[in-house]
């Protein structure tokens, strides 16, 4: 899935906490949206593997959850929030395309590493790669709430999520042609900072 639908899944968590504790809910919202994107922060290295954690962000959340309802502080529910979060991004990807730079291909069996088991969880191609219109369509239905509930700097940043994640989800393809071209002008001692992943796909 895109950054910015696990973004806005991130917001929609955090929101859950005005039902609750309303005060708490401006930290929440950003918590959860913090927590939404943190894993992609491997994106150049490990991706998928660095800073996801499927059963570890779930196993720390729920404990970070039950801390909170009995601990109610800005701190306790942040942190409970962001590892909610994380734990969410982390797991979802085993429901999105193959760890690849053209996941619509279906080529690859790696969607998110299981740190537990030692293993990488196999894709279900749910949402058949980032960028695919069916996530932009989920990140969109995921958005309509926060539009409804929220106002001002939440609701603004909500909006600009949907819009970058439209104009991503038109140029996908097309980015991955202008990125086949750069590589292949890179130098041959450039390449060594290059993600593998790009090298591997793209310098054959």
């Not at 639908?5 to 309303?22: F, R």
């Amino acid at each position: 899935m895109m950054a910015t639908t696990h973004a806005l899944i991130g917001v929609l968590l955090g929101s859950i906490t005005l039902l609750v504790a309303p005060e708490f809910a401006p930290v929440a919202v950003f918590a959860g949206l913090f927590g939404g994107v943190f894993p992609d922060f491997d994106l150049y290295s490990g991706h998928r593997k660095t800073l996801h954690f499927p059963v570890y962000f779930s196993v720390a959340g729920a404990a970070a959850i039950a801390i909170a309802i009995f601990v109610p502080t800005m701190w306790t529910v942040a942190v409970a929030v962001f590892l909610l979060s994380a734990a969410v991004h982390s797991v979802s990807d085993a429901f999105g395309g193959g760890l690849e730079l053209k996941p619509w291909l279906g080529e690859s069996e790696r969607a998110v590493y299981d740190h537990f088991r030692g293993r990488w969880i196999p894709p279900r191609r749910w949402i058949r790669y980032d960028g695919a219109p069916e996530d932009f369509a989920l990140g969109f239905f995921v958005a309509l709430p926060s539009l409804v509930i929220h106002e001002g700097t939440i609701q603004t940043l909500v909006i600009l999520f949907v819009l970058v994640s439209g104009v991503y989800a038109l140029l996908r393809k097309q980015m991955v042609v202008a990125a086949e071209w750069l590589v292949g002008r890179i130098p041959a001692s450039m390449l060594a900072y290059v993600p593998d992943r790009f090298v591997r796909d793209f310098v054959q």
